[in-house]
C-alpha cells in the first residue's frame, strides 16, 4: 500500500505530522510514521476517538504565504454534495462529500480551494458540530 503524507489534528490541539500506509475510515486505529523521530522507530499508533481531523497533504510545510479559501466563490461547481463543516472548536471549513453519512465514525470531504495544501480531509465525526449542506 501506498503511504499517504497526512497531518493530524488531536481533540486537544496537538499536531503530527507523518506517514501512514493503514487508515481505514471504518477502523478505530491506524499507524503513523511520526516525522519526529524522537519517539523510537517513530512509529506511533493512532485512535480516531482522540483526533479532530485527518489532512491528507501535498507536503507538510505548505506554503505560508497563501491565504486559503475556506468558502467555494459565487457558483463555483463541486464534485459531490458542496457541504459546510462545522468542528466543536468553532473552525469550519468548506468543502465537497461524496460519502457523508452521520452513522459513520467519520467523513471524507474536498476542500473548497483545490489550491490549498489539503488535498483531503477526514472529519472525525466525534469532534464535528455540525454538517450543513450549501
Excluded: W
Excluded at 493530524?8 to 499507524?31: A, L
Excluded at 519526529?36 to 493512532?46: H, R, S, V
Excluded at 467519520?106 to 473548497?112: E, K, M, T
Aim: proline letters at 4%; a positive charge; one cysteine or more.
Amino acid at each position: 500500500m501506498e503511504q499517504s503524507k497526512v497531518i493530524i489534528r488531536y481533540v486537544d490541539g496537538r499536531i503530527v505530522k507523518g506517514f501512514t500506509q493503514d487508515f481505514f475510515p471504518n477502523k478505530e486505529c491506524f499507524h503513523l510514521r511520526s516525522l519526529d523521530n524522537t519517539k523510537g522507530n517513530g512509529l506511533l499508533e493512532i485512535h480516531l476517538k482522540d483526533l479532530k481531523a485527518l489532512f491528507f497533504v501535498r507536503d507538510f510545510g505548505g506554503n505560508p504565504s497563501y491565504n486559503e479559501r475556506k468558502a467555494y466563490g459565487e457558483g463555483e461547481r463541486a464534485q459531490g454534495r458542496k457541504v459546510e463543516v462545522t468542528f466543536k472548536d468553532g473552525e469550519k471549513v468548506e468543502g465537497a462529500t461524496l460519502g457523508y453519512d452521520p452513522n459513520r465514525p467519520g467523513f471524507f470531504f474536498i476542500p473548497a480551494d483545490d489550491k490549498c495544501n489539503n488535498i483531503r480531509i477526514f472529519a472525525v465525526k466525534s469532534f464535528v458540530d455540525s454538517v450543513r449542506y450549501i
